[in-house]
C-alpha cells in the first residue's frame, strides 16, 4: 500500500492530482491519501481529508512507500521506520506554504541520497514510474546521537559564555 500525507495545515492538491492522474493511468488502487483542508475529490485513490492520529499511524507503518510534502515530521517518521519515502516540496508561489523552505529541506535530504525528491510534478511522475527501484529511507534512532548531544552541549556551554 502507498500512503500519501500533506499534513494538516493547507491544501497541496497538486501532488494529489499528480498521484491521483498517475494511479488511473497505471490502475494502481492500494493508494491511501490524507489529503488536508482540500476541495479536490480524486478519482483514482482512497482518500480522507483528515486521519485520527492512530489511524495515520496504521497507515503510515504499514505502507509499503509513503508519498509526502517535504515536511520533516514525514520525513524523520519515515526515516525512523526504516520506510521508502518520496517527497516533494510545496511552492509558496502557488499558495502552498508561507515560504519555500521545503525546498532547502528537500535539497539537502536529495544530496545525501537517504531520500528520494521530486522538485515538480514532472519529477514526481517519473520518480511514480520507477516504484521498484525507490529505496528504503537509511533508518535513524529514535534519539540523538551522543556526538550530536556533546556537540550542542558544548555550543550551549560556549554560548552561556559569551553573554
Not at 5 to 13: C, N, R, S
Request: glycine share 6%.
Amino acid at each position: 500500500m502507498i500512503f500519501v500525507t500533506v499534513g494538516t495545515q493547507l491544501p497541496f492538491d497538486r501532488l494529489i492530482r499528480t498521484v491521483d492522474a498517475w494511479a488511473g493511468r497505471t490502475g494502481r488502487r492500494d493508494i491511501l491519501a490524507q489529503i488536508g483542508p482540500s476541495e479536490l475529490h480524486p478519482q483514482f485513490i482512497e482518500y480522507h481529508p483528515f486521519l485520527s492520529p492512530p489511524e495515520f499511524t496504521r497507515h503510515f507503518s504499514n505502507a509499503e512507500l509513503v508519498i509526502a510534502h517535504a515536511g520533516m515530521g514525514s520525513i524523520l517518521s519515515a526515516m525512523s521506520l526504516g520506510k521508502p519515502i518520496l517527497v516533494i516540496p510545496r511552492r509558496a508561489g502557488l499558495n502552498e506554504h508561507r515560504n519555500d523552505h521545503q525546498f532547502a529541506t528537500a535539497r539537502c535530504f536529495k544530496e545525501t541520497g537517504n531520500i528520494l525528491v521530486a522538485l515538480d510534478e514532472q519529477e514526481l511522475g517519473a520518480q511514480l514510474s520507477r516504484l521498484e527501484s525507490i529505496p528504503a529511507a537509511s533508518r535513524i534512532g529514535l534519539y540523538a546521537s551522543p556526538e550530536l548531544l556533546a556537540a550542542v552541549r558544548a555550543f550551549l556551554s560556549n554560548d552561556e559564555r559569551i553573554s
